[in-house]
């Protein structure tokens, strides 16, 4: 089973902009949340630190990430070890930005992709690869793992037979 780590970025234009009302949109809806509960497409706490401070308690959206916060999981022993040795090359270290650091804010880049590399799966993201950066491509770039865009994963979750 191929199991895909969504960045917070994916769940920002799901939930912000994909409809919810539509037979077709409550397929996709209802193909996306067996795949959750299947445990195919998953995210890290990190994520959902970022969408918390995001979305107020009532919002819909909130309500549909606490309803569905069991996808987002806490980085395993091996996922740690994983960030270590990222850690251990400078540029990697720039993946957490300073201003994440003084603010107490969640970085969830290398713990998306620490998580994709312990499973073998694959990153979802919006973020594009840039030269001598610490942006998630290039994170997963370093790590050998495969990333994804929107589009990409969208076209997985819409050919997903419904349940």
């Known amino acids: 089973m191929m199991v895909y780590i969504l960045d917070t970025n994916i769940f920002r234009k799901l939930l912000d902009h994909f ?3 539509g037979v077709y949109f409550k397929q996709v809806w209802q193909a996306f949340e067996n795949g959750i509960q299947k445990g ?3 995210s890290v706490d990190e994520c959902y630190n970022e969408l918390s401070a995001r979305y107020d308690d ?3 959206n909130m309500q549909w990430l606490k309803a569905n916060k069991k996808m987002f999981l806490a ?3 091996e996922e740690s070890q994983i960030i270590r040795v990222l850690f251990q090359k400078p540029k990697m270290r720039e993946s957490i930005h300073t201003k994440n650091i003084i603010n107490n804010r969640p970085s969830a880049d ?3 992709a620490a998580k994709a590399k312990a499973l073998s799966g694959i990153v979802v ?3 594009k690869h840039k030269p001598h950066s610490a942006q998630l491509p290039n994170i997963c770039e370093e ?5 994804i865009t929107y ?6 979750v819409s050919n997903e037979e419904v349940d």
Do not use: H, R, S
């Open 40 to 42: 195919i497409y998953q």
């Open 143 to 147: 790590l050998g793992i495969q990333c």
């Open 75 to 77: 980085p395993t022993n």
């Open 125 to 127: 993201t919006e973020e």
């Open 151 to 156: 589009d990409d994963f969208m076209e997985i």
């Open 110 to 112: 290398p713990y998306i």
């Open 58 to 60: 009532k919002n819909d």
């Open 19 to 21: 409809p919810k009302k």
